[in-house]
């Protein structure tokens, strides 16, 4: 079975600084996609970056970046110039051939002017 | 097209009543998930659709929830004798086939069993 583990339940950053969000996963399959996904205080969640496991090279969105370790099946967040309305939870999500996203707990962040 | 629509957006219900969501996902979008979130935690998985038919259920959910998509169209969402531990949000997405699609979010229904 998949397992998705965030260890930072709230980080907290200063507005134009750089924070990393950090996950972990578990899956026996070879073939699979990596979501981030944000989830603004009662607002829907939106796709923030995704990342092809066979692809090496790291994903990048804008202010938006990710560590793609495939050994070590770790998949961080980067988030530089942070804005106050990154404020929100985030939540890292494998995709595998059960088409299904499995979600971490999740991490607040919270951006301070 | 005014992407993934819940209703309704909030319910609340006794205990032992039936309840039923409707979710509308984006209209070329084949696969439709059903999420149930509770307050400081992540998304659960409950149930897939590819098109009409149900590919995967949660064995979490236990038999009181039922979820449909007939013609493959819009999904209901129910859950009969509701339980106080019923309570959540329940979230619906839809996407296109592949892995690497983006899954798009309705903004819920809230539920509460009082």
């Known amino acids: 079975a998949q397992t998705v583990t965030q260890s930072q339940p709230e980080m907290s950053v200063q507005e134009a600084e750089t924070v990393t969000l950090s996950c972990t996963y578990d899956?026996?399959?070879?073939?699979?996609?990596l979501f981030w996904y944000k989830q603004p205080p009662s607002r829907q969640m939106i796709l923030v970056i995704r990342?092809?496991?066979?692809?090496?090279q790291n994903a990048t969105e804008n202010r938006f970046s990710v560590n793609f370790q495939k050994a070590a099946k770790s998949f961080s967040l980067k988030i530089s110039d942070s804005q106050l309305g990154d404020t929100a939870m985030y939540f890292c999500?494998?995709?595998?051939?059960?088409?299904?996203?499995?979600f971490g707990t999740g991490t607040r962040l919270k951006v301070l002017a | 097209d005014t992407g993934v629509s819940q209703n309704p957006r909030h319910k609340i219900t006794k205990r032992g009543q039936n309840v039923t969501f409707r979710c509308d996902p984006i209209?070329?979008?084949?696969?439709l998930y059903w999420y149930r979130q509770t307050l400081g935690q992540g998304p659960e998985f409950l149930t897939y659709?590819?098109?009409?038919?149900?590919?995967?259920k949660s064995r979490l959910l236990s038999d009181r929830f039922s979820a449909e998509r007939p013609k493959g169209s819009f999904s209901t969402l129910e859950i009969q004798r509701t339980e106080q531990g019923d309570s959540a949000m329940y979230l619906c997405?839809?996407?296109?086939?592949?892995?690497?699609?983006?899954?798009?979010f309705g903004q819920g229904t809230r539920l509460t069993v009082v």
């Open positions: 997405a839809s996407s296109l086939p592949g892995l690497n699609t983006e899954a798009f």
């Open positions: 899956t026996s399959e070879s073939n699979y996609y």
């Open positions: 209209s070329e979008h084949n696969r």
């Open positions: 999500a494998p995709v595998t051939g059960t088409y299904k996203y499995i």
């Open positions: 659709f590819q098109n009409e038919a149900q590919l995967e």
């Open positions: 990342q092809e496991a066979y692809k090496q």
